[in-house]
T-cell receptor, first 112, second 110 residues
Framework: SAVISQKPSRDICQRGTSLTIQCQVD?????MFWYRQQPGQSLTLIAT?????????ESGFVIDKFPISRPNLTFSTLTVSNMSPEDSSIYLC?????????FGPGTRLTVT | GQNIDQPTEMTATEGAIVQINCTYQ??????LFWYQQHAGEAPTFLSY????GLEEKGRFSSFLSRSKGYSYLLLKELQMKDSASYLC???????????FGAGTTVTVRA
């Protein structure tokens, strides 16, 4: 199994600012993803973090708002840019090999 | 989304068995995950089914029928700590992305 850590675990940010969330996996993984989970709801995929190239975004998510980096096989960052209260959510990093997919502990973001 | 359907809530008593069903569209399907999520925590991987049949892991078992677009998670000998949300997630095509159901909240009562 893969152990995933995220930083920060939570933050309270002001409208219009940006926050970068870091994700570290303890072993090399094939795929890394970023998800969002609103309170009481299921997980929504934001994007697939591709090593050494631009991330692949899902419908409704764009690079200017959620820039993503993945410089190597074990690390990725997600930036939430120009934040608004609607961005308040839990952001989860996920890592997958062929038959297993694991999630980090999440970053709880509150935008005021 | 890929129309991943699962019941919203289920309640059972301690020591009992509960079966959580999940249906999905079969087109392009390549595998199904089950996760457990306690309130305020991240999802925890429970199982992955890619072939038809039953996979047993202790008190938890997962079943898949690819032709019917159907899976279930079976929780046996329920304990209070099993009270959680259970998420069904299906993969489609070859891109490793998962589509999640809305989750089933299981409440275990004494």
């Amino acid at each position: 199994s893969a152990v995933i850590s995220q930083k920060p675990s939570r933050d309270i940010c002001q409208r219009g600012t940006s926050l970068t969330i870091q994700c570290q996996v303890d072993s090399q993984v094939t795929m890394m993803f970023w998800y969002r989970q609103q309170p009481g709801q299921s997980l929504t995929l934001i994007a697939t973090a591709n090593q050494g190239s631009e991330a692949t975004y899902e419908s409704g998510f764009v690079i200017d708002k959620f820039p993503i980096s993945r410089p190597n096989l074990t690390f990725s960052t997600l930036t939430v840019s120009n934040m608004s209260p609607e961005d308040s959510s839990i952001y989860l990093c996920s890592a997958r090999n062929a038959y297993e997919q694991y999630f980090g502990p999440g970053t709880r973001l509150t935008v005021t | 989304g890929q129309n991943i359907d699962q019941p919203t809530e289920m309640t059972a008593t301690e020591g009992a068995i509960v079966q959580i069903n999940c249906t999905y569209q079969t087109s392009g399907f390549n595998g199904l995950f089950w996760y457990q999520q306690h309130a305020g925590e991240a999802p925890t991987f429970l199982s992955y089914n890619v072939l038809d049949g039953l996979e047993e892991k202790g008190r938890f078992s997962s079943f898949l029928s690819r032709s019917k677009g159907y899976s279930y998670l079976l929780l046996k000998e329920l304990q209070m700590k099993d009270s959680a949300s259970y998420l069904c997630a299906a993969g489609f095509s070859n891109d490793y992305k998962l589509s999640f159901g809305a989750g089933t909240t299981v409440t275990v009562r004494a």
